[in-house]
């Protein structure tokens, strides 16, 4: 019965060391096969750590913990240096927004009406394409929303010339903040960072 009870044991080492042989063997060809380990010519990879690490991630190879927790990948001012953002929302502040999104790009305003025609409505959207100011850099567009006696309501884009007016507006109003900021207090003192005495 010992004898027995050894053989079992024996046999059970035996298959537990197989299993372990094949485990390593399976993960070194997943690992091969999946295209994580690939042979490399060391003439092209940098020598310099930090070189390596900006390569990498430049192909997109890698991250850097402090970058965990950042949304997106753009390169986005804070909204209030934007002078483009900063007219547009000054110039719509006469009607709800119902999306206002900075880091998408987008102000979209609730449907708003005249107090002369209670069954026309008009939503404005304003795209903005770049943070510099260009006429090319912002898209505005005009829907209109005609309800009848019923409620029942047709929504269209419409050309007409408001657009434009909205755009040359707003481009008129960042012009108009951008040269406001520019100007240099002369009492400022760059080599200290504050004011003259």
Not at 4 to 17: A, D, E, H, V
Not at 63 to 90: C, H, P, Q, T, V
Not at 108 to 115: A, L, Q, R, Y
Not at 157 to 180: G, Y
């Amino acid at each position: 019965m010992l004898i027995s009870f050894n053989q079992n044991i024996n046999k059970l080492m035996l298959i537990s060391s197989i299993i372990k042989k094949i485990t390593v063997l399976l993960v070194f060809l997943l690992l091969t096969s999946c295209g994580i380990y690939e042979k490399t010519d060391s003439r092209k990879i940098p020598v310099n750590v930090d070189e390596r690490v900006k390569k990498n991630i430049q192909e997109g190879r890698g991250f850097r913990l402090k970058d965990i927790g950042k949304g997106g990948s753009g390169n986005f001012e804070f909204a209030s240096s934007n002078e483009m953002w900063r007219a547009s929302l000054s110039l719509l502040d006469f009607t709800p927004f119902s999306n206002v999104d900075y880091s998408g790009g987008i102000i979209i305003t609730d449907w708003f009406s005249d107090e002369n025609n209670k069954n026309e409505y008009l939503k404005i959207t304003v795209r903005f394409l770049s943070n510099e100011i260009r006429v090319d850099g912002i898209n505005v567009i005009v829907h209109k929303k005609t309800c009848n006696e019923i409620n029942i309501c047709d929504v269209n884009k419409i050309k007409s010339t408001l657009s434009q007016e909205i755009k040359l507006a707003i481009l008129k109003e960042a012009a108009i903040l951008k040269e406001n900021e520019l100007v240099i207090d002369e009492d400022y003192n760059p080599k200290i960072g504050s004011l003259k005495d």
